[in-house]
């Protein structure tokens, strides 16, 4: 077997899971597909680390844009150590048995310091490992650091005008932390390399490190070749508690408003009055049902089928790059009316968007307010399991109660189906100036959430006797 440098990724997936980095090395052509998502996480970490070289302007990329080539990367970022380079970015490391990219090498006065970028707004128990690994190489292959640090996203930052560099990002000194943890990493790496040398996989069941810190890109591998990992588990009897159901039913007040709201998320802000990974509701869909009944506050659950009318629908789409909350909130605000049940799915998700939107926009907080003694929790009755099928799986998002309940209406006829995609498609609109991909995508999202209100008008309707 041919030798390989143990890279800093390497070590950290062999950490997760030895069989991870086995199938990396050896069979990477069984990895699952990337996914949008999954490529959006790693274009926000590459925008936010260049990003945070503004904190130490003036430096030189080592790699020249390319961790291909890293002979090339390693030779000279130590050309630049000996030609008095004070500020490196992406300065590359070995030591013959390791490899590492630091992303800003800084000569200090009191000597050199590293600064390790990461997207998050905290340290995490894997970056500690990340960064006591890059201490180890960097010192292994000949360069004294003073100290190391990580570099991350300050959640108390909010933006107003141009982006503050020095208070959008956090710097915390870790040398403390990974001194004690470099008598460790000789005998993990050790660990590592003898498992890689037997040439055969090791035989490790699926379990809590499949998704901890990372969703394994392996996951549909060990899930197809190891039938023991498909984890079916008996599934619970149907249930149907309908007293229960009725005790629901009768907080319910007329007219029923259905609301759902998508969100987007920018690691860093990009609108004044809001914060790194703050969620931005640019989409709101909105059925209401109303009652032929006289009185206002008639409850539904003394109604039938026959006294309701047909379903009205009201929405709003942002639209990109303009800030889309004022819009929102105002065209929100107008279509919920002073009366009657404001109907969601999770409650605490629509409630905490508002209590936002009321924070950062407090004209709007009075009436914000006057919302929340509205809002009824449609998925209480399903995680209280009062209505429950095996085809639920165990589960109470709406994802998994709708087709359970509802066969003749489903997601899979449209375009965008979860509210990840739908963040994504939002986001791909801000660099998008062909005026045809333009509508569709905003047909595809509000149709999307338009089925997301929908699907709360017809559960709703199967919880009545």
């Known amino acids: 077997m041919e030798h390989r440098l143990i890279s800093k990724s390497s070590f950290i997936r062999g950490t997760q899971c030895p069989k991870s980095l086995w199938l990396h090395l050896n069979q990477s052509d069984e990895r699952d597909e990337t996914s949008d998502a999954q490529q959006q996480i790693f274009d926000t970490g590459h925008n936010v680390g260049l990003l945070a070289q503004q904190l130490f302007p003036g430096g030189i990329d080592a790699s020249r844009g390319e961790h291909a080539q890293v002979a090339e990367a390693i030779a000279y970022t130590a050309e630049l ?16 048995e390791t490899l590492c990219y630091m992303d800003i090498l800084v000569k200090e006065p009191d000597g050199w310091a590293a ?5 998050s707004t905290r340290v995490k128990d894997y970056q500690v490992n990340d960064v006591a690994f890059q201490y180890y190489v960097i010192t292994r292959s000949g360069v004294p650091l003073r100290r190391v640090s990580l570099v991350h996203l300050n959640n108390q930052y909010i933006r107003h005008g141009e982006l503050d560099i020095p208070r959008l990002f956090t710097i915390e000194n870790m040398t403390d932390r990974i001194l004690p943890m470099q008598e460790a990493i000789p005998g993990r790496l050790s660990s590592l390399t003898d498992m890689l040398k037997t040439g055969m996989m090791p035989e490790i069941s699926m379990g809590p490190q499949c998704g901890n ?14 039938p023991e990992n498909k984890n079916e588990g008996e599934p619970r009897p149907a249930n149907r508690n309908q007293d229960a159901l009725d005790e629901f039913l009768d907080e319910l007040e007329y007219p029923l408003y259905f609301m759902d709201f998508e969100t987007i998320r920018f690691a860093v802000p990009r609108y004044d009055e809001s914060r790194p990974y703050q969620q931005i509701p640019f989409q709101y869909s909105l059925h209401i049902q109303q009652s032929t009944n006289s009185s206002a506050h008639q409850h539904i659950s003394t109604l039938s ?18 800030d889309p909350r004022p819009a929102f909130i105002e065209s929100l605000l107008a279509a919920l009316g002073e009366i009657g049940s404001i109907i969601v799915w999770n409650q605490a998700f629509e409630n905490t968007r508002l209590r936002e939107i009321a924070r950062d926009f407090p004209e709007y907080a009075a009436r914000i307010d006057s919302l ?3 809002v009824s929790d449609l998925m209480v009755p399903f995680r209280r399991k009062h209505l429950y099928t095996p085809d639920m799986h165990g589960s109470y998002s709406l994802k998994a109660v709708f087709p359970a309940l509802v066969n003749d209406l489903s997601y899979a006829d449209l375009e965008i189906q979860e509210g990840g995609t739908a963040g994504i498609i939002y986001e791909s609109l801000y660099h998008d100036d062909d005026p045809g991909s333009v509508h569709q995508k905003r047909e595809n999202l509000l149709a999307y959430c338009k089925m997301d209100t929908m699907s709360l008008v017809r559960i709703l309707e199967l919880l009545e006797p």
């Open 305 to 322: 089928h026959q006294h309701i009318n047909t379903l009205s629908h009201h929405e709003f789409l942002g639209t990109p790059p303009v």
């Open 213 to 226: 810190p990372f969703p394994c890109d392996f996951l549909e591998f060990c899930r197809e070749s190891c």
């Open 372 to 374: 929340f003694p509205r």
């Open 115 to 119: 600064y390790e970028v990461k997207a």
């Open 81 to 96: 150590i000996s030609n008095g380079a004070t500020v490196i970015y992406e300065a590359a490391f070995s030591d013959g």
